[in-house]
């Protein structure tokens, strides 16, 4: 007589397995579910930061064109707020500078830092300011956004340079 061994069912072991793998599956599944969520959420803040750091920015050169021997006159680091209700006898009406001490927002700390340039004898800008000349119609302006809540995120720096046209 012959006799054939076949298993048509599972054995403990075999089920025992797939349920590791299975479990190993899901939680690497659910740790990349988890990443994902973080890096957008790190990529919506990073937009956001990016959008105050150009708003501020335009704001500059829109006071420089309002007014610029007031605008020449800006030197150090500040935050910008609109005016509630604008006073048309100041040189800038709509906007208030303010001690950047004095205003954080929850997420993030903007300031604005208003600069004199310098240019080298051939005309260039240089950041030499013992050997260059300043220019009286050219100021530095340089935009700064920080992340208050988050140290893996970079803070966004614009730096640009703003020129009075009708002075030259």
Do not use: C
Not at 44 to 55: M, N
């Amino acid at each position: 007589m012959i006799f054939h061994n076949s298993q048509s069912g599972t054995t403990l072991i075999e089920t025992l397995i797939a349920a590791v793998l299975l479990t190993l599956l899901l939680a690497a599944f659910i740790g990349s579910l988890s990443t994902l969520a973080l890096v957008q959420v790190k990529a919506r803040l990073k937009t956001e930061a990016v959008q105050l750091t150009r708003e501020y920015s335009e704001i500059a050169y829109n006071l420089s064109l309002q007014n610029w021997n007031a605008f020449s006159q800006i030197d150090g680091t500040y935050t910008l707020h609109i005016r509630d209700n604008p006073d048309y006898d100041l040189d800038f009406p709509y906007y208030e500078l303010q001690d950047p001490s004095l205003f954080s927002d929850e997420s993030f700390t903007r300031t604005i830092t208003f600069g004199p340039t310098f240019r080298d004898p051939n005309g260039k800008i240089t950041s030499d300011k013992q050997n260059g000349t300043p220019d009286p119609d050219t100021r530095q302006i340089t935009v700064i956004t920080k992340f208050n809540k988050s140290d893996t995120i970079e803070d966004t720096i614009f730096e640009t340079y703003l020129m009075n046209f009708n002075g030259l």
